[in-house]
């Protein structure tokens, strides 16, 4: 399966309507924006670390029609169907899962029981002719890169039930988050549902004469918890399926200068739990949340200073950016385990689209 791709530069193309046959891949966009703009990548952002670009880039495709495919390797994998492209091959196997297989073919077998098929998309760009049964030592050549590029790329284990397994990859113990951060994902961001943690926000309160603003916050309107900043003093509100908040409100201002402004969340015994607030290891202030957000915040993301959705709380208008030089970081850490059921996420996460 391919996908047409239409670049438009007159100034720099220069040969309207002439068509290209090199394989690309979608992350070979941003390798070649910055190779015709003549820039490199980064190789730090604020002092971390980037990890380098799978893509290529197909600029020269540009000047020249015969120029030589640079991206030669390239992996699939989606719900358990997998293909792998490598100089011009392509081996693919449709393994889909239960709920929408139309083929009559068991989608509960084994990974191990699929059946493979291999074109030669340089000559056969339409994948009509499958030439596994032909030419099996190509296949299982293909095959066996898959599986390295799987290992590499942390595909691995296989799976084609949505929901049913969480991906762990990103589930941490301790978590630090820095102003400035993309939205995250509810997959990816630390799970704080029914589980002690507490959060550490580093501060300086000199830094701006009104400090008012999120530290971080996970949700929308529908339901979410906010820390924030208002008045100079350390709020949290959670708000429970849009149907209730419940907040917890220092009862003293931030001091000025540096601080390390914490949260600590114990859960109850079946529900709520109790929150504590700090400055450094002063406590300011503490209270009793009935009722938490038993399964999941919906499509709203997690987020470090500001506010990315809808307001999860009235004080919240807008973003509710934190100033600039406000906030250094935040350290999450939690314990116990999630009490998560997929099941239950799936049909709650259906029922808010």
Not at 141 to 158: F, G, I, S
Not at 176 to 191: D, K, L, Q, T, W
């Amino acid at each position: 399966m391919c996908d047409p791709l239409i670049v438009h530069w007159p100034s720099g193309i220069g040969r309207p309507g002439e068509t290209r046959h090199q394989y690309v891949h979608a992350v070979d966009l941003v390798p070649t924006l910055l190779d015709v703009i003549g820039i490199e990548a980064p190789g730090y952002i604020d002092g971390v670390a980037q990890s380098p670009f799978d893509g290529v880039s197909f600029a020269p495709t540009f000047v020249a029609a015969t120029a030589p495919s640079a991206h030669t390797t390239q992996y699939y994998e989606m719900l358990g169907s997998r293909a792998l492209y490598h100089d011009g091959w392509k081996a693919v196997v449709y393994h889909p899962p239960a709920a929408i297989v139309y083929d009559g073919s068991d989608a509960r077998r084994s990974f191990e029981q699929d059946v493979w098929e291999l074109y030669h998309v340089a000559e056969d760009f339409s994948e009509c002719r499958d030439l596994a049964t032909a030419q099996p030592e190509k296949l299982a050549e293909l095959q066996q890169l898959w599986w390295a590029e799987a290992a590499r790329n942390q595909v691995l284990p296989l799976n084609n039930e949505p929901g049913r397994y969480g991906d762990v990859r990103f589930v941490r113990e301790r978590y630090v988050y820095h102003p400035g951060i993309s939205s995250i994902p509810e997959a990816m961001a630390p799970n704080l549902r029914r589980r002690r943690y507490r959060i550490l926000a580093v501060l300086d309160a000199s830094r701006a004469q009104v400090m008012d603003g999120v530290i971080v916050c996970h949700g929308s309107h529908t339901g979410g918890y906010a820390l924030f900043v208002k008045g100079r003093r350390l709020h949290f509100v959670h708000n429970v399926l849009g149907a209730s908040e419940h907040r917890v409100v220092a009862e003293v201002e931030l001091p000025m200068g540096p601080v390390i402004a914490r949260l600590e969340f114990t859960p109850g015994e079946r529900t709520g739990g109790t929150v504590a607030l700090f400055y450094d290891d002063v406590a300011v202030g503490s209270g009793l949340l009935p009722a938490t957000t038993p399964v999941t915040f919906g499509f709203a993301p997690f987020c470090v200073g500001a506010q990315p959705s809808s307001p999860i709380c009235a004080e919240l208008i807008g973003r509710a950016e934190l100033p600039d030089g406000v906030l250094d970081h935040v350290v999450i850490e939690v314990a116990g385990n999630p009490v998560r059921s997929p099941r239950a996420e799936a049909r709650a996460a259906q029922a808010m689209q």
